[in-house]
């Protein structure tokens, strides 16, 4: 099984959705990573979080750490959001390796 | 700043051939990471250094090496390259060890024919 799970793997929306990419985890971890993948293949961070809440802009990534589960919401969805979702974890403390879950691809139609 | 450079972008090799994956970064972080992505799999860490002069095994460090001579480089070498290594290689960086952001290079596509 997995350490980093993440649902779905695929995702097909249409613009102006709200959409939600959820991701598990079965070890402790001191901190979670939500990054982007474009469809050039760059990546990028979009939130690192241990607790609660986080926002930048369209997006809200939330944590609970009781329940071992993360969710990235993205509101009023456009096609430029259209990228592979990366969740990663940080287990064995802060020193601990990222451990990085497959993946969501998300495509937005106009 | 350029952030996270990586040379070349793509490669093809023979097996058994060898080269070597630069990776440049104008931050000055510490910390630098090469990693692998495969289809249907997660990003998955190769080496790692947390300085100058030091390096380290991550989850799938066979038949790689690495060396970080200078701070703002990170060099990925394979001796013998096969089949097995046609991947696309990522390196990152960040400013420490704990729950920094990471910073990624492009990737480097490599196959091995």
């Known amino acids: 099984k997995n350490e980093v799970e993440q649902s779905p793997q695929n995702l097909t929306a249409q613009e102006g959705e709200f959409i939600t990419i959820n991701c598990s985890y079965s070890?402790?971890?001191?901190?979670l990573h939500w990054l982007q993948q474009h469809p050039g293949g760059g990546i990028v961070s979009l939130f690192m979080?241990?607790?609660g809440k986080k926002k930048h802009g369209r997006l809200i990534a939330t944590i609970n750490i009781q329940e071992k589960h993360s969710s990235l919401h993205i509101t009023a969805s456009h096609p430029r959001d259209s990228a592979v979702y990366i969740c990663a974890v940080r287990s064995g403390g802060s020193q601990g390796n990222l451990i990085f879950g497959k993946g969501t691809k998300l495509s937005v139609k106009p | 700043n350029a952030g996270v450079t990586q040379t070349p972008k793509f490669r093809v090799l023979k097996t058994g051939q060898s080269m070597t994956l630069l990776c440049a970064q104008d931050m000055n972080h510490e910390y630098m990471y090469w990693y692998r992505q495969d289809p249907g799999m997660g990003l998955r860490l190769i080496h790692y250094?947390?300085?100058?002069?030091?390096?380290a095994k991550g989850e799938v460090p066979d038949g790689y090496n690495v060396s970080r001579l200078k701070k703002q480089n990170f060099l990925l070498g394979l001796e013998s390259a096969a089949p097995s290594q046609t991947s696309v290689y990522f390196c990152?960086?960040?400013?420490?060890?704990?729950?920094?952001?990471?910073?990624f290079g492009p990737g480097t596509r490599l196959t091995v024919l």
């Open positions: 250094s947390v300085g100058e002069g030091t390096t």
């Open positions: 979080l241990s607790s």
């Open positions: 070890v402790g971890i001191s901190a």
């Open positions: 990152a960086s960040s400013y420490s060890r704990g729950d920094d952001e990471q910073f």
